[in-house]
């Protein structure tokens, strides 16, 4: 048996499905189905019941999976403390960051970070939802992660500062004129938005509902739907319509379009680091605190 085997059994466990722990785990499907059924033969049981609505485990896999949970996440401890008392810092570090939030102020941080620690592995991916990123945390499968604060954010999450949010408009509109954009101006405005339940599309959302859309308008006129913030931003330029970002997210080749909003609206950005975390995880969030979080770039 090996690490690898443990942890595509509970990426299965968790997603329900070999096709969702692939795309989870950022590996081929025919990879996790070969090492979920090379761990099962060498076992000698069956971890998982194959359902109608997906892979569920058996009791036996059950317990198995409460081993296996604690097996990977001593073994990724091990090696940051082996790799921290040798005074050498190798491999790889995971980081996740939610769509929009840390654009300006991360690669100036992962940059002084690979200086300090040059065998240094750093894998970013952009995830769009707080619950998702706060998930792959618990689950060890993140050595940190930067995000907007929620209700759902955990206790020892780290506070950055405020990500202030800005109006992007297309170039030529007539609000530009203004310092700052009176959000109520804005109605009858059509949206580019983002990918439903995303953070973004929440922020966006609530802001309209609170200052822009009148009481019998239960949505928002929507231009067109983004998944990248630099897409939304260009899309924006080109008139498509407008969108709300955060500051740092705003290309500088487009920082002439963004206007700051009246109210202001910002959000809290907290970074969350595994449990027992090293060297790397510990230098990156102080990196990180040393960056500006607070107003426009």
Do not use: K
């Not at 509970?10 to 969702?20: H, P």
């Not at 170039?171 to 953070?199: N, Y």
């Not at 027992?276 to 979080?293: F, I």
Request: hydrophobic content about 45%.
């Amino acid at each position: 048996m090996s690490l690898r085997q443990f942890e595509y059994a509970l990426a299965v466990a968790e997603e329900g499905s070999v096709t969702a722990a692939a795309e989870l785990l950022r590996v081929a499907q025919p990879s996790v189905s070969q090492q979920i059924r090379g761990l099962e033969r060498e076992l000698g049981v069956e971890l998982f019941d194959r359902t109608p609505s997906g892979l569920v485990p058996t009791a036996v896999g059950r317990a198995f999976l409460r081993e296996a949970e604690v097996a990977v996440s001593a073994a990724r401890r091990a090696r940051a403390t082996a790799r921290a008392g040798a005074d050498e810092v190798a491999g790889e570090l995971v980081v996740a960051v939610q769509l929009g939030f840390g654009t300006r102020q991360l690669p100036g941080a992962l940059g002084a970070l690979r200086r300090r620690f040059p065998r240094l592995e750093v894998t970013v991916f952009e995830e769009p939802s707080s619950a998702e990123l706060d998930r792959l945390c618990r689950r060890g499968l993140l050595d940190l992660a930067l995000m907007a604060a929620c209700d759902e954010s955990p206790e020892d999450a780290h506070h950055l500062g405020d990500e202030e949010f800005v109006v992007v408009l297309g170039e030529g509109h007539r609000r530009l004129a203004a310092d700052r954009v009176e959000l109520r101006a804005l109605a009858g405005e059509p949206w580019v938005r983002f990918d439903r339940g995303s953070a973004l599309d929440g922020v966006l959302l609530n802001v309209l509902r609170e200052n822009v859309l009148q009481e019998d308008e239960p949505a928002p006129a929507t231009a067109a739907r983004a998944s990248q913030t630099a897409t939304a931003v260009r899309w924006a330029a080109h008139g498509l319509g407008v969108t709300l970002v955060p500051a740092s997210a705003v290309p500088h080749d487009h920082e002439h379009l963004a206007r700051p909003v009246s109210p202001a609206v910002s959000q809290p950005v907290i970074a969350v680091l595994r449990q027992g975390a090293g060297p790397a995880e510990t230098a990156l969030l102080e990196l990180l605190r040393q960056e500006s979080w607070n107003g426009r770039p």
